[in-house]
């Protein structure tokens, strides 16, 4: 079974850092590129970073762009975003999805399959 599983999430004070992980099981990520995605509560869900299979391309939603980094250790079958200077309105769930890299690029809208998620809380 092809699965994701996301962690790392939690709380945290306006200014810190989280570090998610999205691992692969089932399946291995070389040739997938990987999109975080989040949705905070009554709103759509939106996308966050995502970087292409072989980790030479990523794009960033501009409310994280020099704040987040993605990055994949495909040996590890697994994908990072690291969350620094964290915001209040960062609090959502992160979900991680993968689609197959056949364009060597990032687009957010050929996402389409979501894991459970993991929640992150930033709040004073």
């Known amino acids: 079974q092809l699965q994701l599983v996301e962690s790392g999430g939690g709380s945290v004070q306006p200014g810190g850092s989280l570090r998610l992980s999205c691992a692969a099981s089932g399946f291995t990520l070389d040739r997938y590129a990987i999109g975080w995605f989040r949705q905070a509560p009554g709103k759509e869900r939106e996308g966050v970073s995502c970087i292409t299979s072989s980790g030479g391309s990523t794009i960033y939603a501009d409310s994280v762009k020099g704040r987040f980094a993605i990055s994949r250790d495909n040996v590890k079958n697994t994908v990072y975003l690291q969350m620094s200077s964290l915001k209040p309105e960062d609090t959502a769930l992160y979900y991680c999805?993968?689609?197959?890299?056949?364009?060597?690029?990032?687009?957010?809208?050929?996402?389409?399959?979501w894991g459970q998620g993991t929640q992150v809380t930033v709040s004073s």
């Open positions: 999805s993968a689609v197959l890299d056949v364009m060597g690029r990032c687009l957010f809208e050929l996402f389409g399959s």
